[in-house]
C-alpha cells in the first residue's frame, strides 16, 4: 500500500481570494502613492490682488478719476 501526502490547509478558492485581495491592495497603494499630488513641494501659485476702489473697466480717453472728477 503506498502513503498519499495530503495538504488539509486552506482551500483553493479561499486562497485565491485571500491573494487577489492581497494584490487588490498593494496595487491600489501603489497607484495612490504615485497619482497623490505632492504637498511638500508646491507648484507656481498665483495670486490675483483686486482693490474695490479701482475701476478695471478699459478707457478709451486715457483719464483717471481723482476726487470724482477727471483728470487727464
Known sequence: ????LRFDGLPPLLFSLI????AAMVLGGT??????P???????????VIHDN???SPRTDG?????GHKAC
Do not use: E, H, W
Open 1 to 4: 500500500m503506498r502513503a498519499r
Open 19 to 22: 491573494f487577489a485581495l492581497a
Open 31 to 36: 497607484l495612490v502613492y504615485v497619482l497623490k
Open 38 to 48: 505632492s504637498t511638500l513641494a508646491p507648484g507656481r501659485t498665483q495670486v490675483l
Open 54 to 56: 479701482v475701476d478695471s
Open 63 to 67: 483719464c483717471l478719476p481723482i476726487n
